[in-house]
């Protein structure tokens, strides 16, 4: 009976795993080595508990240690992360998650988790200048990146409460007369927009950041000098904008008549003691927080780190905020005031209950954004935002429900292992329902480019680079594979799909949607922006077509010099060979492969500048966009001088075939290029 009693309570907790969909493998350890650790301490061994206890009171016990697995309330309730963690054993399970990765993969990072309004935890790992092995403490100031963006929507919902702005009307009756100038469509936009962005706005790659305060201008300035085209209808796609940010953060300097990083100052800053924080991206001006300053890092290798440079903007409101993780932690807290009680930074309940309403969605069952706020699938309603500078990477998530909130800051470039996967071990994730029928994943199989991305100019070659691809494996199953990064996603819901495994990096998008219409996919949503199908004019077999002449190019100018110097030193080792004498066709033909390969240098040195460094201004790239007007006019200088000596003396079938080859082929190759340069905007 006893030996019945026990498989009856291992199967009872099996089926309340499988229940509740329970994932974190670290939770469940640090569950039942709780329970082993008991065990212990009442030197009983688990026969004898067995026998002595009996299911029920085992049972219960069980219950009781795995409170998280019920409803993560019952018996724990406000003494949990909405993941089921127990608050008292919080600090043991973080120090356990980060260990794995500070050091190695992770430089530092400082962690605060707070719940019902207090901080519940508050600790910093690894250092914040590894040269001079100074560790991350809470006093650390690093940089929030797009978590910035949380003030100006902030800020916007202030100015509506006071009746000075409204959502749904038009911005451009806010802004100076012809302010924005590329704009492709006549219908309004909207603020409501600009938090949701739906704007319609291209992704401008320049002047957004700087490594130096000194090439930092005013917001108006910087607006007026990185304008986007306008490249969507107004509220049809979404596509995540920077731009789209500071424009809002414009408009409520013009209305409030206060320098935007002032007003946040003295209306959010202020009113909640955020002491240690600053809305500006020149931290040089508070010397204070200059000096608790962490510097920022790439990850070069495990254990191994490159110290990158600090984040400076122009328009700074949407990614320039410097502070504390415990001044962010606040920040937080004033979104998730106690029953009955007023957030410091609204007057009305009302403001701030609009303001975490979700304000669209790709669909119901898809998490959307909430003026502002991007909602996450946690185990609860979980609203946050995440960030990146040139070399900082950051998280806040919030839970109102739970009133429960996790910051985690990190001075590495891009970082995911604890900036992702740290906070979905806390917030945890929402169990799916199931759809009874769900389509075949071959539906939605395919390549897409993000809509978040440069129209014009060569810029726009880059997101082609990175498409997602989308695979079905198996039954359910989809493959997304994005710049060089990789995951598994399952499908929950009718076109609704979850993260199941993969590399952290993605992360970031724990649920993607495809929006069908007439049975072929329109878009898939992700986390921050839509990705679309390929447009007529960039299908893959024009892709495809585009590359192969691009490569054939690429090869011959950088080949053939290198095949000419081999020749020219294979003859001076040659006693006495001298070189046959060129004639004046195959001289401009040597002229003309020369200018080729100038071209294919320029460009190459362009997009690797690039790679390296996204965040540059359009000036340090501009003097290389000169140089290819230069180099084409050389060329087409060279081909006609080519077309005359050929008229001059006949025509090109006049030549020796080899003569004839060294003209024809240049030619071709010159056309080649300059056409894929053209193809792709290289002289934009």
């Known amino acids: ?62 219950l009781l240690l795995c409170g998280g697995f019920t409803s993560q309330a019952a018996a724990q309730g406000s003494e949990a992360t909405p993941s089921g963690i127990p608050i008292t054993g919080l600090e043991a399970f973080v120090d356990d998650y980060v ?16 719940k019902d309004g207090q901080v519940v935890l508050s600790k910093g790992y690894g250092y914040a200048d590894v040269e001079q092995q100074i560790p991350v403490s809470p006093d650390t100031v690093m940089e929030w990146g797009s978590i910035s963006k949380l003030a100006v929507w902030t800020a916007v919902m202030q100015l509506a409460e006071q009746g000075k702005l409204d959502l749904n009307e038009d911005i451009r009756k806010l802004l100076p007369e012809n302010f924005l100038t590329k704009l492709k469509y006549d219908e309004p936009i909207t603020m409501l927009q600009l938090m949701n962005h739906s704007a319609g706005f291209e992704e401008y790659m320049f002047d957004m950041a700087y490594q130096s305060p000194e090439e930092v201008r005013s917001l108006e300035e910087g607006l007026r000098l990185a304008e986007p085209a306008q490249i969507y209808r107004p509220g049809e796609v979404v596509a995540y904008s920077n731009y789209g940010n500071s424009l ?111 304000s669209r969605s790709a ?33 806040l998530m919030l839970v109102p429900e739970d009133r429960f909130a996790v910051v985690v800051m990190t001075n590495q470039a891009g970082e995911s292992h604890i900036v992702h996967g740290l906070t979905k071990a806390v917030v945890g994730q929402r169990v799916q329902t199931e759809g009874a029928v769900l ?60 993260k199941t495994g993969g590399d952290s990096g993605l992360d970031a ?8 219409k007439e049975g072929k996919v329109e878009a898939v949503s992700v986390y921050t922006t839509d990705y679309l199908p390929l447009s007529p004019g960039r299908s893959m077999p024009i892709l495809l077509l585009s590359a192969v002449f691009a490569g054939l190019a ?10 000419w110097l081999g020749k020219a030193l294979l003859g001076k080792l040659r006693a006495g060979n001298r070189p046959a004498s060129r004639s004046a066709q195959r001289k401009l033909a040597a002229g003309l492969t020369l200018t080729g390969t100038g071209l294919v240098v320029n460009n190459l040195v362009l997009a690797l500048r690039m790679l390296s460094n996204n965040e540059r201004a359009y000036a340090e790239v501009y003097p290389q966009i000169m140089v290819n007007y230069g180099l084409s006019g050389l060329a087409v200088l060279h081909i006609a001088a080519l077309l005359l000596s050929s008229r001059k003396h006949g025509n090109l079938n006049s030549l020796t075939g080899r003569n004839r080859w060294a003209a024809f082929v240049p030619v071709v190759m010159t056309v080649i290029l300059v056409a894929q340069l053209v193809f792709w905007e290289f002289y934009s």
């Open 248 to 358: 809002a953060a414009y408009i409520v300097e013009r209305i409030s008549g206060q320098p935007y990083h002032e007003y946040v100052g003295q209306h959010i800053f202020e009113p909640l003691g955020m002491k240690h924080s600053i809305a500006y991206s020149v931290v040089e001006d508070r010397p204070e927080l200059l000096k608790q300053k962490a510097k920022g890092y790439f990850y070069a290798g495990q254990g191994s780190f490159k110290q990158g440079s600090w984040n400076y903007m122009s328009m700074y409101p949407n990614g320039g905020n410097n502070g504390t993780a415990e001044d962010l932690a606040k920040f937080a807290m004033a979104f998730m005031p106690a029953d009955g009680e007023q957030s410091p930074l609204f007057e009305k309940p009302g403001t701030l209950d609009t303001m975490l309403t979700r």
């Open 99 to 114: 260990k794995e990765y500070i050091g190695q993969q992770t430089v530092g990072a400082s962690v605060v988790m707070v």
């Open 509 to 516: 998008w724990p649920m993607l949607y495809a929006t069908m």
């Open 554 to 563: 690429i090869v011959y100018f950088v080949i053939t010099p290198l095949v």
């Open 1 to 62: 009976m006893i030996e019945f009693l026990s498989a009856i309570s291992i199967m009872s907790l099996y089926y309340i795993l499988r229940l509740y969909n329970y994932k974190n493998i670290r939770l469940k350890c640090q569950v039942f080595v709780r329970i082993e650790e008991l065990l212990e301490f009442a030197g009983l061994g688990r026969d004898l508990i067995l026998r002595r206890l009996g299911f029920t009171v085992l049972f219960a016990v069980l």
């Open 363 to 395: 669909a119901e069952v898809m998490p959307g954004i909430a003026h502002g706020f991007w909602e996450y699938p946690g185990a609860h309603r979980t609203l946050g935002h995440g960030g990146n500078t040139i070399a900082f990477a950051t998280n």
């Open 439 to 498: 389509p075949d994943v071959s539906e939605v199989e395919g390549r897409f480019v993000a809509a978040r991305r440069p129209g014009h100019g060569f810029m726009k070659l880059f997101p082609y680079l990175t498409m997602m691809k989308l695979e079905p494996q198996g039954a359910d199953q989809l493959k997304v594979s994005l710049a060089g990064m990789s995951g598994t996603y399952r499908q929950v819901q009718p076109y609704l799909y979850e």
